[in-house]
């Protein structure tokens, strides 16, 4: 089955960078969201299709594509960043969809 | 204002079934697909079944094909998950996510919790 892969981890210290990679062969193909969960919440989508910001979302998130590979890049990070982020794509068919294995964001 | 109510969560045995319902308001349920999506105790999101907004396109993971059942009501805004077969590995929470127009999961409901377990 297709499977899409992040590192388990990404720690940062307020307002440096945080970079999180996805990494699937079908990306190519088709497009990528970004999830930021935090604890006993549910999911909130940040970046839709590669790299466009839902309304509501502040500007320091922002999403990049190249290849088999997709980037939520987290400028100016803050606090409240602190979350686990998840990648979410579909296989080449368009059919099923599948998560990424979750990067858990620690802000030091 | 956008709402998704999952309900229907519980203790079932092992081989048993559960049916969870997501109600849904605030926006024109027929118009969009919807999802499940299922999230075990300190683990990742796994994306469960969609189902079209009328039912022509329908899928499953391979993990529940065969033994979960989505469907939907449009009379009464109310998304399905029919659950049979259980086993302890579907232990989670259960989400129902709303599809928005450029294909992400922009609405999410808190989710329902499903313990399978004698």
């Known amino acids: 089955s297709y499977e899409l892969t992040q590192p388990p981890s990404v720690s940062v210290s307020p307002g440096q960078t945080a970079r999180i990679t996805c990494s699937g062969d079908a990306l190519p193909k088709q497009y990528a969201y970004w999830y930021q969960q935090k604890p006993g919440q549910a999911p909130v989508l940040v970046i839709y299709?590669?790299?466009e910001r839902p309304s509501g979302i502040p500007e320091r998130f922002s999403g990049s594509s190249s290849g088999t590979t997709v980037t939520l890049t987290i400028s100016g990070v803050q606090a409240e960043d602190e979350a686990d982020y998840y990648c979410q794509s579909a296989d080449s068919s368009g059919t099923f969809y599948v998560f990424g294995t979750g990067t858990k964001v620690t802000v030091l | 204002e956008v709402q998704l109510v999952e309900s229907g969560g519980g203790l079932v045995q092992p081989g048993g079934s559960l049916r969870l319902s997501c109600a849904a308001s605030g926006f024109t349920f027929s118009n969009y697909w919807m999802h499940w999506v299922r999230q075990a105790p300190g683990k990742g999101l796994v994306w469960v079944s969609r189902?079209?907004?009328?039912?022509?396109?329908?899928s499953y993971a391979d993990s529940v094909k065969g033994r979960f059942t989505i469907s939907r009501d449009n009379a009464k805004n109310t998304l399905y998950l029919q659950m049979n077969s259980l086993r302890a590995e579907d232990t989670a929470v259960y989400y129902c996510a709303r599809a928005g127009p450029d294909g992400g999961l922009d609405f999410w409901g808190q989710g329902t919790l499903v313990t399978v377990s004698s």
């Open positions: 189902f079209s907004t009328d039912g022509s396109s329908i």
């Open positions: 299709k590669d790299t």
